[in-house]
C-alpha cells in the first residue's frame, strides 16, 4: 500500500503516516498501533513517481553516438527518440548529454566517450558500431548502467540491449532478393569492413543462398562513398561481373548506388534491397529505384532506451534485459 492508501484505510492524514512511518512524535499511541498494524498486514511501498518530485532530483542520461548528420539520419533518427522520451518525462527532470564520434576515425568513438563519462551521469545509452573500443570503455563506466541500441554486441552484457537481429535481417534480406529475382549472381556491398551489425547482415544473405547452387554472392566492400569514390567503384564492378541480378546494400546510404544504375540503364535489370527508411530511401521505393527497404525502427529505439532506464533507475521497476526490435518491410506499395 502507498503512504496515501494507509492514510485513507486508517482515516488519518498523510502527515499522521509518515510521522509513524518515521518513528517520529506527535501520534498517540492508540493511532500509531493502528498504523502499524496496517502496514504490518498489507506492506508498505513508496510511490516512486511522488518520491523523485519531492526530491527533485535530475536523473542525466549519457548519449554516446556517431555524428548525427551521417548515417542519412538514421542516428539523428536514434536521438530524437531520446529526446520525444525526455519531452514526455518532463514533470521528472530527465536530462541527455549527447557527445558525437567520427566512426571513420581509429579510437574516436573511445576519446568522445572518455570525454562523456567524466561527466556525472547516472546512465549510458550507445550504439557500439565499433565493438573494441566500446569494449575499451566499459571498465571506466565503474558500474554506471548502459544500453546498447541498434547493435547487438555479445561479446558483453549491457544493463539493456534494444535492437534488430542483424543475422535474421539479411537472412530475410536474401529471401526477398530470390522472391523478386530468382536465382543469379548477387552483390553485398558496405562501407565499413569491421561493423558487426553489416558484417552479420551480409552473413545472413550468404547463408540464405547457400542452399541455391544457381546462384553466388560477392561480398565487397566500398570505403568511398562520395559520388566519384561509389561511380568507380561500380564501373569496375559491373564490368568484370556485368550479369549481376541483385544488390544489397546493408546499410542507409542506397540511393547513390541507385543514381548509378539509373544513368548507366541498369536498373531494369539489377534488385535494390538496402535498409533504413529515410526520406531518400523512402523517395527510392515510390520511384522504383529501390526494391524494397528493411526497417529497424530507430526512433522507437530511442524512445524505448530512455524510458526503459528512467522505469529501472528512478522507478525501481523490473525491466526486461533485451528487447528485439521487428524486421520491418518496405515497399513502394506499403510506404506512407
Do not use: W
Not at 172 to 178: H, K
Not at 278 to 292: F, R, V, W
Amino acid at each position: 500500500m502507498t503512504l496515501a492508501e494507509i492514510a485513507s484505510f486508517a482515516n488519518v492524514s498523510t502527515g499522521t503516516v509518515d510521522r509513524v512511518l518515521h518513528n517520529r512524535k506527535g501520534v498517540s499511541e492508540k493511532t500509531r498501533k493502528r498504523i502499524q498494524d496496517i502496514i504490518d498486514e498489507y506492506g508498505y511501498q513508496p510511490n516512486p513517481i511522488a518520491s523523485q518530485l519531492k526530491n527533485n532530483k535530475t536523473f542525466i542520461i549519457g548519449v554516446l553516438l556517431p555524428d548525427l548528420d551521417t548515417g542519412l539520419d538514421y542516428y539523428r533518427s536514434l536521438y530524437t527518440g531520446m529526446t520525444n522520451a525526455v519531452n514526455e518525462l518532463s514533470p521528472f527532470r530527465t536530462e541527455l548529454k549527447l557527445m558525437m564520434f567520427n566512426r571513420t576515425v581509429p579510437g574516436d568513438a573511445y576519446k568522445k566517450g572518455l570525454e562523456l563519462i567524466m561527466q556525472p551521469l547516472d546512465a549510458l545509452i550507445t550504439t557500439p558500431v565499433v565493438p573494441q573500443e566500446f569494449m575499451d570503455l566499459i571498465p571506466h563506466l565503474h558500474g554506471i548502467p548502459y544500453v546498447f541500441i541498434d547493435t547487438p554486441v555479445g561479446i558483453t552484457q549491457p544493463f539493456l540491449s534494444i535492437a534488430q537481429n542483424p543475422y535474421k535481417g539479411g537472412y530475410c534480406a536474401g529471401r526477398i532478393m530470390q522472391m523478386l529475382c530468382g536465382g543469379g549472381k548477387f552483390v553485398c556491398m558496405r562501407m565499413f569492413m569491421s561493423a558487426y551489425n553489416l558484417r552479420e547482415r551480409v552473413r545472413g544473405f550468404k547463408d540464405f543462398f547457400s542452399k541455391d547452387p544457381s546462384s553466388s554472392v560477392l561480398d565487397l566492400v566500398c570505403t568511398d562513398f562520395t559520388n566519384a569514390g561509389l561511380y568507380k567503384f561500380l564501373d569496375e564492378l559491373f564490368s568484370e561481373h556485368p550479369d549481376i541480378r541483385g544488390l544489397f546494400i546493408p546499410h542507409a546510404e542506397v540511393s547513390l548506388a541507385t543514381y548509378y544504375l539509373i544513368d548507366h540503364g541498369l536498373k531494369t535489370n539489377v534488385t535494390v534491397i538496402g535498409y533504413d527508411l529515410n526520406d531518400k530511401n523512402k523517395e527510392g521505393l515510390i520511384d522504383g529505384s529501390i526494391d524494397c527497404i528493411i526497417g529497424q525502427r530507430p526512433e522507437q529505439q530511442g524512445f524505448d532506451a530512455v524510458n526503459k532506464l528512467y522505469q529501472s533507475c528512478m522507478l525501481h521497476q523490473q525491466i526486461q534485459d533485451r528487447i528485439e526490435v521487428p524486421i520491418d518491410i518496405y515497399f513502394r506499395e506499403n510506404v506512407i
